[in-house]
């Protein structure tokens, strides 16, 4: 079946510093992969998706190019601010059968910029 | 910019008793989700919806839960008699079209509290 994995937060960061989240996937398929992020207090939004293999999905300063030979993600800024503060999930959509293209989430990464 | 919304934010109640959660996706979307998050854990994908039935569900989507559209616009999902491990955060999400490049939008959620 499919599967996300994301490092571990929570992660805390002083203004400036460079992100960098891991994601790795297992897919049956060939995915499409996104990363949300979920601000306090509100749900998930889209942050970016690659769809195919060596995209870069880009928004806000964040990257995260669609490695199919690592199976990877990983989410990069290169100077994070105290508004980026926020839940970041990876996650893939494959085709499952049935056509509904449901989302396979990571568990989340908490990260928390400092001043 | 059109999004889609759920209430109530947070519903209490008693476990055995039914609960409603109500979601109206964005107005030309076709394809409707309903997705938990248990504090601390992964977001799961509990069910889709399309042209009125169910095109996929999850294991944990079992006969004490049921989605519905009544009208137009709304699409509501019920537990019929809730347990104590079915608090969680619940997000419902919905998309254009059938494509797994296709994003999926989410609601801010509905925090459940089972006592």
């Known amino acids: 079946g499919n599967s996300v994995t994301q490092m571990e937060g929570p992660v805390t960061l002083s203004e400036e510093a460079f992100l960098t989240i891991n994601c790795t996937y297992t897919?049956?398929?060939?995915?499409?992969l996104f990363w949300y992020v979920q601000y306090p207090g509100e749900g998930l939004q889209l942050l970016l998706k690659?769809?195919?293999?060596?995209d870069k999905g880009s928004n806000k300063g964040f990257e995260a190019t669609y490695r199919k030979e690592t199976t990877s993600f990983h989410l990069e800024k290169g100077s994070v601010q105290v508004s980026d503060s926020a839940v970041y999930f990876c996650?893939?959509?494959?085709?499952?059968?049935?056509?509904?293209?449901?989302?396979?989430f990571g568990k989340g990464t908490k990260l928390s910029v400092i001043p | 910019e059109p999004e889609v919304t759920q209430t109530p934010s947070h519903q209490v109640t008693q476990m055995g008793q039914e609960v409603i959660l109500r979601c109206v996706p964005i107005?030309?979307?076709?394809?409707f989700y309903w997705y938990r998050q248990i504090l601390g854990q992964k977001v799961e994908f509990l069910v889709s919806?399309?042209?009125?039935?169910?095109?996929?569900k999850s294991e944990i989507f079992d006969d004490q839960f049921s989605v519905e559209r009544p009208d137009g616009s709304n699409f509501t999902l019920k537990i019929r008699s809730t347990k104590l491990e079915d608090s969680a955060m619940y997000f419902c999400?919905?998309?254009?079209?059938?494509?797994?490049?296709?994003?999926?939008?989410f609601g801010p959620g509905t925090r459940l509290t089972v006592l």
């Open positions: 107005s030309n979307h076709l394809y």
């Open positions: 999400a919905s998309r254009t079209s059938g494509a797994s490049t296709d994003t999926q939008y």
């Open positions: 919806f399309y042209n009125n039935e169910i095109s996929e």
């Open positions: 996650a893939l959509s494959d085709f499952s059968g049935a056509g509904s293209y449901q989302l396979t």
């Open positions: 690659a769809t195919k293999a060596d």
């Open positions: 897919a049956t398929g060939y995915p499409s």
